[in-house]
């Protein structure tokens, strides 16, 4: 049997995070965000993480600890959930710290932000309306305006 391109469980495209502190990074998406351990954490012979992988939602994202060329490398990361506003308030429980609190966006989403442990930005949000391209560019000039 042919094997799949695409490894059972996951998309096209993966993030992977090098952050240090994987192990403290993995307590807060599984407190912050329900997150599920797919692959344990596997060492390298200095205790690092070499390897690690959870499942939020539908999603995997695999992380690593920095070594050698593979520099700690923060991102931004945009998750969809059905609650914005508990999911935002859950983040901060488990020591997010407030990038924004939830609002709603001219694009159609309500969304809100978190910074992790690892320095990495959550942007945290809930589908709302789905706006035709006509529209949201309205919107988007009225919203430039309104920030200028």
Not at 43 to 72: F, Q, Y
Not at 73 to 95: E, N
Request: proline share 9%.
């Amino acid at each position: 049997m042919a094997v799949s391109p695409i490894p059972k469980g996951f998309h096209s495209v993966t993030p992977y995070l090098v952050v240090p502190g994987v192990l403290k990074l993995i307590e807060f998406l599984k407190q912050a965000f329900g997150a599920v351990v797919t692959e344990a954490p596997m060492t390298r012979p200095d205790g690092a993480v070499m390897h690690a992988e959870v499942k939020i939602g539908d999603s995997i994202l695999m992380m690593g600890e920095p070594m050698g060329a593979w520099k700690a490398m923060p991102c931004m990361l945009y998750l969809y959930v059905p609650d914005v506003d508990a999911v935002y308030k859950q983040a901060l429980l488990a020591g997010g710290k407030s990038l924004q609190e939830p609002a709603d966006q001219f694009y159609g989403d309500r969304n809100g932000g978190v910074q992790d442990p690892a320095g990495n930005f959550w942007w945290i949000g809930t589908h709302k309306e789905d706006v035709p391209p006509q529209e949201m560019a309205k919107r988007a000039e009225a919203a430039m305006k309104q920030r200028s």
